[in-house]
């Protein structure tokens, strides 16, 4: 257990713990930007330096593991200074229109440029190539607003297996993204959304469908109803300041309906739809010597990942759509027939936890 001194404190950590992590547990904040807990820390932004008493150039906290009896100052003149000019240089190449960019006030840029007490930008001049990509239902990319961290890249490679995303080009020209620019509607990407989830800014982002849905909701000839996958009721109290994990199902329904959706419905019901489906399939397989085992088809991701990557075991999926999927076809069918209605005219709005 190395013992160090950080701006003061006297920590004990167990040996091969970084700064980062030393200070942390001290109670100290040092920005970041590339690092990702359990996902990826690679040293690249230099966000994160601190000064170590006795080494000649600053280190990069996420990536030095402590020594014993290091002394280390999160907060120097230096520490601070060499900071501000790695983000100036940042923000010097970064798409800074905030108020129209999906994540303004969630943006990790923002954040740390207002930690920082970022005032101007005293790096201008030339601007890296803007690339724009929203030719997948899932997904939007804007090269212009991305930082070079590579989240994206170490999640959709070491984590999901996928390989999409990786850096094209070189310094200045690199561009993070499928080979050779091609968009992602061309590669293997399962639309799981991983890359958004761990972008810092808004370089990847979750595709925006708001505006057709209040398209929907405005004309009277249709009938717009909803369903709410189990997730939401649980996560969407977060963003309106209550503890996490707060069930908010009767707010979400009162919310839905003033927002003029016809009929309000839970995806629970079609999940339980496919339980059974799934169940019958796999009674008939057994019966009838289908082929086993049987692999459930619920996760449309998970169905895209395995068509590009393991083709050979597609024969083991069950052929059930997912519980969104038949909440879709129920509603043009069954449902439309019930409530009387055209099910050209009827729209299903679907608020999901999964990009796919
Ligand atoms: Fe440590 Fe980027 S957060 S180098």
New binding site residues.
Partial sequence: MPKLLIDGKNVEVPEGTTILAAAEQAGIKIP????LKDVQAI??????VVEVEGYRNLV????TPVNEGMHVLTNSRRVRESRRTVLDLILSDHDGECQTCERNEDCELQMVSRALGMREITNTGEKSRKITDDRTPALDRNSAKCIHCRRCVTVCSEVQGVRALNPQGRGFKTIIGPAFNRGLDTVACVQCGQCAAVCPVGAISEKNHINAVWAALDNPSLHVIVQTAPAIRATLGECFGYPPGTRVTGRMVAALRRLGFDGVFDTEFSADLTIIEEGNELLKRVKEGGTLPMITSCSPGWIKFCEHFYPDLLAHLSTCKSPQQMFGALAKTYYAETAGVDPKDVIVVSIMPCTA
């Fill in positions: 970041t930007l590339c690092y040293g690249a932004c230099r966000v994160c990069a906290s996420c990536v």
